[in-house]
């Protein structure tokens, strides 16, 4: 069974602690993507890898960074955690010319 | 730039009946067309997508969409509901020519009720 895997589940953090979330996928994907979702703002493109250490900005880019130093794994990284940045993220995997993402189950993040 | 909007937040629907959840979008580029499905606590997965060919789409729990290129529409059908079918739904529409980056709507909360 394929699987993208999200290191927490859901996390609390104080405002201003550096904050790493892990996503690994199975299915050796090109594409990893970080996604944000809030109610009724669906989910907003943080950031993108199509290849190991390549990365472009999404939509959401600011207060973030990423990292993918291998295939397999594609880390969110927020410097300096503001309560702004409480929401859902969602990673996801998909190969290189297609549009059918792979989800994990997401990562809860609350920043107090 | 692309977008999509689906126009209810929410649909409450009593179980056995039929239901639409409607999207419309808007795309400079060539279109691909998806639905993904969230369960409560989880992550989402692929209900169906529209790539070229047929413009009915069928996809996984009786769920099917019609693509309508005149309307710019991607309507999700389904001729009776389940329980087991409540979750929130997100069209989602290619935004660029690679295909592999998408834009997804706002979501439609589908309540089916006994």
């Known amino acids: 069974d394929v699987k993208v895997t999200q290191s927490s589940r859901y996390l609390v953090k104080r405002t201003g602690e550096k904050v790493f979330l892990e996503c690994v996928q199975d299915?050796?994907?090109?594409?990893m993507f970080w996604y944000r979702q809030d109610p009724g703002l669906g989910l907003r493109l943080i950031y993108f890898?199509?290849?190991?250490?390549?990365?472009e900005k999404g939509d959401i880019p600011e207060g973030y960074s990423v990292s993918r130093e291998k295939k397999e794994r594609f880390s969110l990284i927020l410097e300096s955690a503001s309560t702004n940045q409480t929401s859902m993220y969602l990673c996801?995997?998909?190969?290189?010319?297609?549009?059918?993402?792979?989800f994990g189950e997401g990562s809860r993040l609350t920043v107090l | 730039a692309q977008s999509v909007t689906q126009l209810d937040s929410q649909v409450p629907v009593f179980e056995e009946a039929p239901v639409e959840l409607r999207c419309n979008y808007s795309?400079?580029?060539?279109?691909?067309l998806f639905w993904y499905v969230q369960y409560p606590n989880q992550g989402l997965q692929l209900l169906l997508k529209?790539?070229?060919?047929?413009?009915l789409v069928k996809g996984i729990n009786g769920f099917e969409a019609e693509f309508n290129k005149s309307q710019t529409s991607f309507h999700l059908r389904k001729p009776s509901v389940h329980i087991s079918d409540t979750a929130e739904y997100f069209c989602?529409?290619?935004?660029?020519?690679?295909?592999?980056?998408?834009?997804f709507g706002g979501g439609t909360r589908l309540m089916v009720k006994p």
């Open positions: 890898s199509y290849d190991v250490k390549m990365k």
């Open positions: 299915m050796d994907h090109e594409n």
């Open positions: 529209y790539l070229s060919g047929s413009t």
């Open positions: 989602a529409v290619t935004r660029n020519n690679a295909g592999n980056m998408l834009t």
């Open positions: 795309s400079s580029v060539s279109v691909y």
């Open positions: 996801a995997s998909s190969p290189r010319y297609t549009g059918e993402l792979f």
